[in-house]
């Protein structure tokens, strides 16, 4: 199983690494999560450069791809040379976003049609597409979600993890996270 966690200059730094934390504490015997960007190295929104495990174009292969959020987002949604390295298939893989990485979701036409939600400073960029926004944290629709603010993160995860291993697992995984008696709720 592998999970791409896709990454650019200027990331929102809890986007990736809550996911990468989360998704990486499942220890299922083919997991295998990677950070994936288009140069070696990636520098987030709070100046934290941090090496990446391979290409965006490995996640064309990946089963679970997972699109982070940040400032850059408004210009590759823009950007057709980097648009066109993705060739996503939600019929076989699980596809999502987290904040304005919704954007890239939608310049790719993965969200046309489709309901979804976004951080609320990319609410009307991602209405422009012709999505209809909702306010929620977690916005599923067949195999692509959307997930709006950086702490939805957990959402997001649960979703991938529970799709692709079963409700119990992502349970024992999440819960290891959550102050004790903090439950969540899954649709």
Known sequence: MKLAI???EN???????LLWDLLNRVTASDWSVQILGEQTHHTSRSGLTIPMHGHVQLANTSDVVLFSSGSETRQKMKD?????????NPEHQLIGSMCSGALILA??????GKQATTYPTAKQLL????????ERSLVIEDNIATAAGCLAAQYLAGWVIERKLGIQMKET???????????????
Do not use: C, K, M, R
């Open 11 to 17: 990331f929102t730094d809890i986007d990736v690494f």
């Open 173 to 187: 995984v999440l819960t290891s996270v959550l102050p004790v008696g903090q439950g969540l709720s899954f649709h």
């Open 127 to 134: 209405e422009n597409f012709g999505v209809f926004v909702v």
């Open 6 to 8: 896709v990454a650019f």
């Open 80 to 88: 057709a040379d980097y648009l066109s390295q993705f060739n996503l």
């Open 107 to 112: 310049a790719l036409g993965l969200l046309q």
